[in-house]
């Protein structure tokens, strides 16, 4: 069956919050993000109004750069909790269309709207309806991609903002995708982009095109999965948070951080805790997720799935690591790690065996003693030594 898939994307979302609750702000260039103290302020832009765009302002530019380019734009402090709250109002409203929603960030959200279709009219009329309930309940305006998956939803949702309707028609994927910059692609970042350059391919089309063997894919997992992409390609699922059967820790800091030991150890000692869960639940991961929550509030995850199904520190830890060190953006604070674990193996009778054969050896009698420990004398009798918090994190659950 061919899914429908909406991805629907609020439009400079903290700058229309601000504008809509300063009329005096309507039609001016407005500038969210930290003081720019008359050029000299090292912080940098989180969202601006389409006016500010006009000068060449953009999120994630230096404030210093922004003040340059629009000192007379109105510059203003970020109100997370104000936009926390209008974005559950959003979420609430996308939530009456379909169970299967998969909030990506603080104001975007991926919906399976497939089995909602006999009750709401198609994919594009469930558009319709979601971008007037967002104006009219919330005087703020939302695009929305449709296609029949994910990546072409989100690239059909930015194509035509602010207020866009793009809808990708199945079997159409590559030939909308194929004038599209190359850079475009979701999950290319600023090196991958200069790489794929360098090989002389500037649209996405020229990357669908490549011929088996070429060396995009010779980069391995990574290089496979642009080329799908870049061919229309993506099965993923839309994935709702609480659906997703699972076993993980979150922690969210008291300060937001770019300490990376600290992110390191809190990383070990959510492990630490998602894998005694794993064991007292007699079960087996063979997916990892990571979640990261920046200052902002944007959210991004990344998965792997590992070679054997793991319950221990030492087999997770290391993929969760490499996994961190792919979300941490240079000098970009943390405000909230997650460790999931995920495709859980649930551990039998019949499976008791194979499952030890799965350990080496000393992990598991390791493994087996802490959780002995843990049993007797509290989660906090034991903890390995780079374990031990110096600034300690408020607990999440
Ligand atoms: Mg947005």
């Given at each position: 069956m061919i899914r429908t898939i909406l991805h629907v994307d609020m439009d400079a979302f903290y700058a229309a919050v601000e504008q809509r609750d300063h009329p005096e702000y309507q039609g001016k260039p407005v500038v969210v993000g930290s003081d720019p103290k008359q050029g000299k302020g090292r912080?940098?832009?989180?969202?601006?109004?389409?006016?500010?765009?006009?000068?060449?302002?953009?999120?994630?530019?230096?404030?210093s750069q922004a003040w340059k380019l629009c000192p007379h734009g109105i510059y203003v402090k970020p109100d997370m909790q104000k936009y926390a709250r209008v974005s559950g109002h959003v979420m609430r409203i996308l939530a009456e269309f379909t169970d299967l929603l998969e909030q990506v960030s603080i104001d975007e959200a991926f919906l399976d709207v497939t089995g909602s279709r006999r009750l709401f009219g198609t994919g594009v009329e469930i558009a319709r309806k979601i971008k007037n309930r967002i104006h009219q309940n919330l005087n703020l305006t939302a695009s929305v991609g449709v296609a029949q998956n994910k990546f072409i939803a989100k690239?059909?949702?930015?194509?035509?903002?602010?207020?866009?309707?793009?809808?990708?028609?199945?079997?159409?994927?590559?030939?909308?995708?194929?004038?599209?910059?190359?850079?475009?692609?979701?999950?290319?970042?600023?090196?991958?982009?200069?790489?794929?350059?360098?090989?002389?391919?500037?649209?996405?089309?020229?990357?669908?095109d490549l011929p088996p063997g070429n060396s995009v894919s010779r980069m391995g997992r990574v290089g496979e999965h642009l080329l799908q992409l870049a061919r229309g390609i993506d099965d993923r699922p839309v994935l709702p948070e609480e659906g997703?059967?699972?076993?993980?820790?979150?922690?969210?800091?008291?300060?937001?951080?770019?300490?990376?030991?600290?992110?390191?150890?809190?990383?070990?000692?959510?492990?630490?805790?998602?894998?005694?869960?794993?064991?007292?639940?007699?079960?087996?991961?063979?997916?990892?997720?990571?979640?990261?929550?920046?200052?902002?509030?944007?959210?991004?995850?990344?998965?792997?799935?590992m070679d054997r199904p793991a319950d221990t520190v030492e087999m997770i830890y290391p993929e969760a690591v490499k996994l961190m060190k792919s979300l941490l953006r240079k000098d970009v604070p943390v405000r909230l790690i997650g460790v999931h674990t995920g495709n859980l193996e649930m551990e039998d009778g019949d499976k008791q065996m194979s499952l030890y054969d799965r350990m080496p050896r000393n992990d598991r009698k390791l493994a087996a003693a802490m959780d002995a420990i843990v049993q007797r004398f509290g989660g906090n009798a034991i903890t390995r030594a780079a374990l031990v918090p110096s600034k300690k994190p408020s607990q999440n659950r």
């Open positions: 912080g940098i832009v989180a969202t601006c109004s389409y006016e500010a765009r006009k000068f060449g302002v953009h999120s994630a530019q230096p404030i690239m059909a949702s930015d194509l035509k903002k602010p207020d866009g309707l793009v809808v990708v028609e199945a079997g159409r994927e590559k030939e909308f995708l194929e004038p599209l910059a190359i850079g475009r692609l979701w999950g290319v970042g600023q090196k991958t982009e200069a790489y794929l350059k360098s090989l002389g391919l500037v649209r996405i089309g020229q990357l669908a997703f059967k699972s076993i993980g820790h979150e922690i969210t800091f008291e300060q937001d951080t770019t300490d990376r030991e600290l992110l390191e150890r809190t990383l070990l000692e959510l492990t630490e805790r998602v894998a005694q869960r794993l064991r007292k639940n007699k079960a087996c991961a063979r997916t990892i997720a990571i979640k990261f929550r920046e200052a902002d509030f944007s959210t991004s995850s990344r998965r792997t799935t």
